[in-house]
Nanobody, 125 residues
């Protein structure tokens, strides 16, 4: 059974930092592109960042320069380092995995292989 488990969310002050983790099990992790998405209340889900199996990364304009995505295949984990957090970064963050890079990093996400259940990030103002 494939599982993606996010962790690291919480309450952080404006301008602070947080590191999210997405740990996978039940799949051949090296073969998968992994993406981080977020959804704020009342808003549509948006992609934040993704990383391919061969370490090509992508960032949305809203987080470029502030967030860094990385992966450790030996630990089947993808990290999202979030710095200089803004109020608009408040959302539930989800990781997703698929062997199809385009589905994860370009979209649309319909048919995405696997999703985690999310971790809540709240930036206090």
């Amino acid at each position: 059974q494939v599982q993606l488990v996010e962790s690291g969310g919480g309450l952080v002050p404006l301008g602070g930092s947080l590191r999210l983790s997405c740990t996978a099990s039940g799949l051949t992790f090296d073969n998968y592109a992994i993406g981080w998405f977020r959804q704020a209340p009342g808003k549509e889900r948006e992609e934040v960042a993704c990383i391919s199996s061969d370490l090509v990364s992508y960032y949305s304009d809203s987080v470029k320069g502030r967030f860094t995505i990385s992966r450790d295949n030996a630990k089947a984990t993808v990290l999202l380092q979030m710095n200089s957090l803004k109020a608009e970064d408040t959302a539930t963050y989800y990781c997703a995995a698929d062997t199809n890079y385009a589905r994860v990093c370009v979209g649309p996400t319909a048919g995405m292989g696997y999703w985690g259940k999310g971790t809540l990030v709240t930036v206090s103002t």
